[in-house]
């Protein structure tokens, strides 16, 4: 419970210099709380603490924070700003979210943008006499919340198209690609997540616009 504790402290720290006198216990659970967890036992058994340092990026339970602070009479925001400051200042590389729609948005912006600068999805767009190359209906299915962890990685895989913006003036031999990619992202605990890693598995131009069917595995 080594950077739990850490984190509590500091989080103390910062309330008591704004007047603000707080328990360790009740820092303690309130912290638990905005892990996702029901009470600090919880957390202790989950081992996420041993995983803090690797993580890239963890979303609050903004609602199970201010449920559990209005339970002890603590001001909800005031904790939660803390905390959040608490966890960049002792994990520099760690983005920290109040919510989980911002950072699967991030994810699939991330996604959207490695497909596009695949190597074997260059190689396709060069080809297409076309510019301005995108990644066409991608929606991560993670919007809605968060299942309970249990132990799994989240895995999506993308079968859809890379579309360029046509010259008019050039030669047209196609607008879009048929892409293949995965997005796997590590899953650390049930609000804390690690690297998140993208591999285009295959790339094909439709020629002259051609439909027929793309060979996927």
């Given at each position: 419970m080594e950077h739990f504790s850490a984190i509590?402290?500091?989080?103390?720290?910062?309330?008591?210099?704004?007047?603000v006198s707080l328990p360790t216990g009740h820092a303690q659970q309130?912290?638990?709380?905005a892990f996702g967890h029901n009470n600090l036992a919880?957390?202790?058994a989950s081992g996420e603490d041993d995983a803090l340092p690797e993580a890239e990026a963890i979303v609050l339970d903004i609602a199970l924070l201010d449920a559990r602070a209005a339970e002890l009479g603590r001001d909800a925001r005031a904790f939660a700003e803390a905390l959040t400051t608490a966890l960049q200042e002792r994990f520099p590389n760690l983005d920290v979210h109040s919510g989980h729609a911002s950072l699967v948005e991030e994810w699939n912006a991330h996604f959207e943008d490695a497909i596009v600068n695949d190597e074997r999805v260059i190689s396709q767009t060069a080809m297409?006499?076309?510019t301005f190359p995108q990644a066409d209906d991608i929606q991560l299915p993670w919007w809605d919340g968060f299942a309970p962890f249990d132990g799994d990685d989240l895995a999506f895989q993308h079968d859809g198209l890379v579309t360029v913006d046509q010259d008019e003036d050039r030669v047209?031999?196609?607008?879009e690609i048929d892409v293949r990619a995965q997005l796997t992202v590590q899953r650390?605990?049930?609000?804390?997540?690690?690297?998140?890693?993208?591999q285009v598995e295959w790339?094909?131009?439709r020629w002259l616009g051609e439909t027929g069917e793309v060979p996927f595995p």
């Open positions: 509590t402290f500091a989080v103390r720290q910062a309330l008591s210099a704004q007047g309130i912290i638990a709380a919880s957390y202790q297409t006499n076309g047209n031999w196609g607008d650390l605990g049930r609000r804390l997540f690690g690297r998140c890693q993208i790339a094909k131009l």
